[in-house]
């Protein structure tokens, strides 16, 4: 299944959802008129005992409660990922951690991220859940965050989390997350049902004396009713979770290439004494969230969210599951500190011919990377395989990407991974990282990061150096690597930041592609910088709409890489015929007449457009900066970020 096929079946599964709620909510109201009936006599005298009136009160009233539970759930979760694990309890880990579990927590997640070109999550641990559990959350890959309990850090072994956490990135790449945080808040107002009844039956009792046998019926059936929510919502999140753990599973040992690692976690969970049970009393509420099933109890198991331990071990890996040891083979704690266990590596660099083949041995000045196995020329052009070879890659990361992002890791400095996890360095970095290198510029970055702080200039003269050294394939994995840092900003420093950054991007009159789409993701994360405009006027469902927007990014994409004029003209009419739409017509903008604002705003509309306008766009983009059949490294890295914006997550490219 490929990412645009994953997510159309979540929208599928979204409807699914909704079907399933009203039909639960009417389900509800009927039984809540029916207790009233019989408990107080009401609409007994009406006709068939039918009372329109008394049954519009009921349904108004039930209806607006748990419209009421559910929109202020959904208001809760507003912020994303972040909003559900502080809901349940967790604590965000510092990514600058010196904790030894929690760093290597870090530095598998850093890798899936880089691997599957989406920006690094927010993190999590639930510090006081011994069980062995995690959950991915969020409504896009921009406010994503990824939790994982005390007992799994604990208790598993490298091997063995990265399983989980690809498994994790299966539900944030193909649309799951958004779905279950809609589950969330559409099945809250629906256990607030359960809420009130159980209140209500507790009143019951205690004035039983003075109460009358309709009465203490009306409580019990509020109470039944409340159950028959929670009933509901248990087979609603069954319903809509079991399958897709399947597929998780599956996608976890596609992006490894290492059942043993996932299946051991899933050994492991068998053989704990907590098992993978969460002990928070939101348990029940997120359960279809978790990596393996939090709620226990006779009914949890009969409807639960997960198919059964053994049913996953086995399709994982059926050697496994007749393995008597707990762990599996998934390798020993002892090779923690090394980082991944030498079988793990193994099956992880499979078919790869070393770290030569993905560009990442010496010191060559540009990538090799190409979809297509075509060895570069002496210019270090290759060939990707063209935009069918790129679009094939959106949202599937493998195994190859996996490697190669555990490279790229690698061959970045200590000190600039170690300033990117702290706000001053990532500050300094990116201003480092952008711009150009003419005088003026040089002295706009020393000028913005003082107007900063003075740490922020002291780190600038540190990582400038390193900066310059690295390869453009690192430019977008740096800046990924900086946004939980960014995050911490308050709104005063990221305004400041963001005023800095214009500085240094506008010093020299220059407008590069890559920068902007760097600068878009930048004011996505940005505390309280994130222009909405864009977003305003609902769906854009039409290209039509859209012309003047893509022909603007078109524009700056033709003219990247300092292209003459009939150069950049014919890289773009690769990307507008790529469009295929024959209403109107695009031309290219003059190279002076692109604003990095027009742009920002731009790409901020197209954000607006239907999964399958999006794609159009990103292939048009694709097509554009390999019209002639090849591209260097920087015009990918210039897709892969116009990807990342759109939602459109582009993997590394990396020879196969």
């Given at each position: 299944?490929?990412?645009?096929?994953?997510?159309?079946?979540?929208?599928?599964?979204?409807?699914?959802?909704?079907g399933?709620?009203l039909?639960?909510?009417i389900?509800?109201?009927?039984?809540?008129?029916?207790?009233?009936?019989?408990?107080?006599?009401?609409g007994?005298?009406?006709?068939?005992?039918?009372?329109?009136?008394?049954?519009?009160?009921?349904?108004?009233?039930?209806?607006?409660?748990?419209?009421?539970?559910?929109?202020?759930?959904?208001a809760?979760l507003?912020?994303?990922?972040?909003?559900?694990?502080e809901?349940?309890?967790?604590?965000?880990?510092?990514?600058?951690?010196?904790?030894?579990a929690?760093?290597r927590l870090?530095?598998v997640?850093?890798e899936?991220?880089?691997a599957?070109?989406?920006?690094?999550?927010?993190?999590?641990?639930?510090?006081?859940?011994?069980?062995?559990?995690?959950?991915a959350?969020?409504?896009?890959?921009?406010?994503?965050?990824?939790?994982?309990?005390?007992?799994?850090?604990?208790?598993?072994?490298?091997?063995?989390?990265?399983?989980?956490?690809?498994?994790?990135?299966?539900?944030i790449?193909?649309?799951?997350?958004?779905?279950?945080?809609?589950?969330?808040?559409l099945?809250?107002?629906?256990?607030?049902?359960?809420?009130?009844?159980?209140g209500?039956?507790r009143?019951?009792?205690?004035?039983?004396?003075?109460?009358?046998?309709?009465?203490?019926?009306?409580?019990?059936?509020l109470?039944a009713?409340?159950?028959?929510?929670?009933?509901?919502?248990?087979?609603?999140?069954?319903?809509?979770?079991?399958?897709?753990?399947?597929?998780?599973?599956?996608?976890?040992?596609?992006f490894?290439?290492?059942?043993?690692?996932?299946?051991?976690?899933?050994?492991k969970?068998?053989?704990s004494?907590?098992?993978s049970?969460?002990?928070?009393?939101?348990?029940?509420?997120?359960?279809?969230?978790?990596f393996?099933?939090?709620?226990?109890?006779?009914?949890?198991?009969?409807?639960?969210?997960?198919?059964p331990?053994?049913?996953?071990?086995?399709?994982?890996?059926?050697?496994?599951?007749?393995?008597?040891?707990?762990?599996?083979?998934?390798?020993?704690?002892?090779?923690?500190?090394?980082?991944?266990?030498?079988?793990g590596?193994?099956?992880?660099?499979?078919?790869l011919?070393?770290?030569?083949?993905?560009?990442?041995?010496?010191?060559?000045?540009?990538?090799?990377?190409?979809?297509?196995?075509?060895?570069?020329?002496?210019?270090?052009?290759?060939?990707?395989?063209?935009?069918?070879?790129?679009?094939?890659?959106?949202?599937t990361p493998?195994?190859?990407?996996?490697?190669?992002?555990?490279?790229?890791l690698?061959?970045?400095?200590?000190?600039?991974?170690?300033?990117?996890?702290?706000?001053?360095?990532?500050?300094?970095?990116?201003?480092?990282?952008?711009?150009?290198?003419d005088?003026?510029?040089?002295?706009?970055?020393?000028e913005a990061?003082?107007?900063?702080?003075?740490?922020?200039?002291t780190?600038?003269?540190?990582?400038?150096?390193?900066?310059?050294?690295?390869?453009?394939?690192?430019?977008?994995?740096?800046?990924?690597?900086?946004?939980?840092?960014?995050?911490?900003l308050?709104a005063s420093?990221?305004a400041?930041?963001?005023?800095?950054?214009?500085?240094?991007?506008?010093?020299?009159?220059?407008?590069?592609a890559?920068?902007?789409?760097?600068?878009?993701?930048?004011?996505?994360?940005?505390?309280?910088q994130r222009?909405q405009t864009?977003?305003?006027?609902?769906?854009?469902?039409?290209?039509?709409?859209?012309?003047?927007?893509?022909?603007?990014?078109?524009?700056a994409?033709?003219?990247?890489?300092?292209?003459s004029?009939?150069?950049?003209?014919?890289t773009?009419?690769?990307?507008?015929?790529?469009?295929?739409?024959?209403?109107?017509?695009?031309?290219?903008?003059?190279?002076?007449?692109?604003?990095?604002?027009?742009?920002?705003?731009?790409?901020?509309?197209?954000?607006?457009?239907t999964?399958?306008?999006?794609?159009?766009?990103?292939?048009?983009?694709?097509?554009?900066?390999?019209?002639?059949?090849r591209?260097?490294?920087?015009?990918?890295?210039?897709?892969?970020a116009?990807?990342?914006?759109?939602e459109?997550?582009?993997?590394?490219?990396?020879?196969?």
């Amino acid at each position: 299944m490929d990412f645009f096929e994953a997510q159309d079946q979540a929208r599928r599964r979204s409807y699914v959802l909704v079907g399933l709620f009203l039909a639960a909510v009417i389900s509800i109201v009927i039984g809540v008129y029916l207790a009233l009936v019989i408990a107080t006599g009401v609409g007994l005298g009406s006709s068939f005992g039918f009372d329109p009136l008394v049954f519009g009160v009921v349904a108004l009233g039930t209806v607006g409660l748990i419209a009421g539970g559910s929109f202020t759930r959904t208001a809760q979760l507003r912020k994303g990922g972040s909003a559900v694990a502080e809901l349940m309890g967790a604590r965000e880990v510092d990514p600058s951690t010196s904790d030894p579990a929690e760093r290597r927590l870090v530095n598998v997640v850093e890798e899936m991220s880089l691997a599957s070109g989406t920006p690094v999550p927010s993190i999590y641990v639930m510090d006081n859940e011994p069980g062995i559990n995690a959950f991915a959350a969020g409504y896009t890959i921009h406010d994503a965050a990824v939790a994982v309990t005390r007992g799994t850090l604990e208790q598993l072994n490298r091997e063995e989390l990265q399983g989980v956490v690809a498994h994790e990135f299966s539900h944030i790449l193909n649309g799951d997350m958004r779905l279950n945080i809609r589950l969330i808040g559409l099945l809250f107002g629906i256990l607030l049902l359960a809420i009130v009844g159980r209140g209500l039956m507790r009143g019951q009792m205690v004035r039983r004396r003075r109460s009358d046998s309709k009465g203490l019926f009306l409580g019990l059936a509020l109470v039944a009713l409340g159950y028959l929510g929670v009933f509901f919502g248990k087979l609603i999140k069954a319903a809509v979770s079991r399958q897709r753990e399947f597929l998780a599973d599956a996608a976890a040992v596609e992006f490894t290439r290492n059942p043993r690692g996932i299946g051991g976690a899933l050994r492991k969970i068998q053989a704990s004494q907590s098992g993978s049970r969460i002990q928070d009393h939101h348990a029940e509420e997120l359960s279809h969230l978790f990596f393996a099933n939090g709620v226990g109890g006779a009914l949890a198991r009969s409807m639960a969210t997960h198919p059964p331990l053994e049913e996953r071990i086995r399709r994982i890996d059926p050697a496994l599951a007749e393995d008597p040891s707990p762990a599996g083979a998934a390798g020993s704690d002892s090779t923690e500190a090394r980082g991944t266990t030498a079988a793990g590596q193994g099956r992880a660099t499979s078919g790869l011919a070393g770290a030569a083949s993905l560009g990442l041995a010496g010191d060559r000045p540009q990538a090799t990377e190409g979809l297509g196995g075509t060895v570069p020329d002496a210019s270090g052009r290759a060939d990707p395989g063209g935009s069918s070879g790129l679009m094939a890659s959106v949202g599937t990361p493998t195994a190859e990407h996996v490697a190669w992002a555990g490279q790229l890791l690698r061959r970045i400095p200590n000190q600039v991974r170690e300033a990117v996890h702290t706000p001053t360095g990532a500050q300094a970095t990116l201003l480092a990282l952008l711009g150009g290198q003419d005088e003026a510029t040089t002295t706009a970055r020393r000028e913005a990061a003082s107007a900063l702080d003075s740490r922020v200039a002291t780190a600038l003269d540190e990582v400038i150096p390193l900066v310059r050294g690295l390869p453009p394939e690192t430019r977008l994995p740096l800046v990924d690597l900086a946004l939980p840092a960014l995050h911490r900003l308050d709104a005063s420093e990221a305004a400041g930041f963001r005023s800095g950054v214009d500085r240094v991007i506008r010093a020299d009159g220059e407008v590069r592609a890559f920068d902007f789409a760097l600068l878009h993701i930048l004011w996505r994360h940005l505390p309280g910088q994130r222009d909405q405009t864009g977003r305003r006027g609902g769906t854009v469902r039409s290209l039509g709409r859209l012309r003047r927007d893509v022909g603007l990014i078109l524009s700056a994409l033709a003219w990247a890489g300092d292209r003459s004029e009939p150069e950049a003209r014919s890289t773009f009419q690769a990307g507008a015929d790529a469009l295929d739409e024959p209403r109107g017509s695009m031309e290219l903008s003059p190279r002076t007449g692109i604003g990095f604002s027009e742009l920002d705003e731009a790409l901020s509309r197209v954000e607006r457009g239907t999964l399958e306008v999006r794609r159009r766009v990103l292939e048009a983009c694709a097509s554009a900066v390999l019209a002639d059949g090849r591209a260097d490294t920087e015009e990918l890295e210039i897709v892969r970020a116009v990807a990342e914006s759109l939602e459109l997550p582009l993997p590394p490219i990396v020879l196969e």
